[in-house]
């Protein structure tokens, strides 16, 4: 099938990689001439296992290619996916004008029927709109002769593990109630739904609020644990034992009760704001989801907290080792990252920041630049060197066996301030750290 992605972002370019995979024919088209070029030549804007072996193999096989040309990539595809981004507004609510100016190009290019599918994440009642302004623009052009479906198909990727969730989706949700449009949406998907049909078909509406839906239960599940996390530190217990003990009922589930030091990234912070947003705009008091994001916010600050009682609030002059910048393993990306928030504590206080992450230095130097009171290390180990304690705020696989012993004696004093529970408390004490953790 001849597929066009309207744009090479996170979600644009696994999905574009992955449909070429399979044998169809994809065109992705971006905006960005520079990052359209790069994409030709091999070079991957984002970070994500898998996808840059991806990309190379199906784009010299000739399914995968990159163009700024909108009226080409709508020539080109009977499919025509949507999958810009929609950042937040000022008020929180999700950002449109990218979903609807390609609605617009779309209309403005095409000569034959068209399915328009919304793969970006978007509120209830987007695909209404999408299908207004293209209706709109035909109209303009006087060729309302043309026919067009408008479907919701939201993506459930996580990042890091993106190509294989791609690859092997948990369910593939439809939103339309168009006969026609199904039956081309189940043939697109087939390599995907080979041993047992995880399509599921319904209104649009309820596809634009299953998305928001799963994020937001997702974000939920992290609060609560963090929560409870705060009173087993108050009340004497200990969170991993609470979390075993919880995650053995098969009605809970070991999933997402990881206690820490807050969620980020693109997703679960700009989900929750926007329909806390989108609840407001029908006066209806979304209570439960304001307070998922107010525990998280708080639960950024917990360890700048800590630091700071432990210091008893003298840290100016003095140097932290941090490690893990992204705002989870397996990613470059740092929005709305927890580390951001603590850096940003500590410059405030007057101290300095020793940082490594396996594979986001780069977009922290993009967002900090050059600073004094920052140092990125090539290293792990570098960034130990003569700082007054070691924090780790992302729990990368290199983190979990380190060398102790080395850690001890690069650092002033064998302080150690844990954000994600990677070590046991007794056994930090036996090696001869002061250890601080979540809920232990």
Known sequence: MNVTVFGTGYVGLVQGAILADVGHHVVCVDVDGKKV?????????????????????????????????????VKHGQVQFIAVGTPPDEDGSADLKYVLAVAQTIAEHMQCDKIVIGKSTVPVGTADKVKAKVAEVLAKRDREDLNF???SNPEFLKEGSAVADCQKPDRII????????IEVMRELYAPFNRNHDKVIVMDVRSAELTK???????ATKISFMNEIANLSE??????EMVRQGIGSDPRIGYHFIYPGVGYGGSCFPKDVQALIRTAGDIDFDAK???AVEARNQEQKTTLFAKIHRHFEGQLAGKTFAVWGLSFKPNTDDMREAPSRVLMEALWQA?????????????????????RDDLTLCGTKEAALKGASALIIVTEWQSFRAPDFELIKSQLNDPI??????????????DKGFVYYSVGR
């Open 37 to 73: 070029e790069r994409l030709t030549q091999g070079h991957i804007p984002i970070y994500e296992p898998g996808l840059e072996s991806l990309v190379k193999e199906n784009y010299a096989a000739g399914r995968l290619e990159f163009t700024t040309d909108a009226e080409a990539g």
């Open 149 to 151: 479906d408008v479907v």
């Open 174 to 181: 439809i939103g339309t109630e168009n006969e026609a449009s």
């Open 212 to 218: 928001y839906a799963a994020n937001c239960m997702l």
């Open 234 to 239: 108050l009340l004497g217990a200990d969170i």
């Open 288 to 290: 439960l989801l304001k």
């Open 350 to 370: 007057g101290a300095n920041v020793q940082a490594y992450d396996p594979e986001a230095m780069e977009e922290t130097q993009r967002i900090y630049g050059t």
């Open 416 to 429: 150690l301030f844990d954000g994600r529970n990677m070590f046991e408390p007794h056994r930090m004490v």
